[in-house]
């Protein structure tokens, strides 16, 4: 193997947006997550959407204007 071509492997601290935090290794010293074990869905039994970029809310405002219109 080549040496020296290889990113450095250290402790991680991973911040969710929940408050939850967590310790890793990784190549990178900190990460922020959108979701978690501690508040996603799946792992909480919440029914829930997770949308950062609107496309629910564009999906029923396409749509929901065309259902009027007929």
Excluded: N, W
Excluded at 15 to 42: E, L, N, W, Y
Aim: glycine share 4%; net charge positive.
């Amino acid at each position: 193997m080549k040496e020296k071509i290889h990113p450095k492997f250290t402790k991680a601290e991973i911040k969710c947006a929940c408050g939850a935090t967590f310790a890793t290794m990784s190549t990178v010293a900190q990460m922020r997550i959108d979701v978690c074990s501690q508040c996603h869905p799946a792992f909480t039994g919440e029914e829930r959407f997770v949308d950062t970029l609107g496309r629910v809310e564009r999906f029923q405002r396409k749509y929901t204007s065309k259902a009027k219109e007929s």
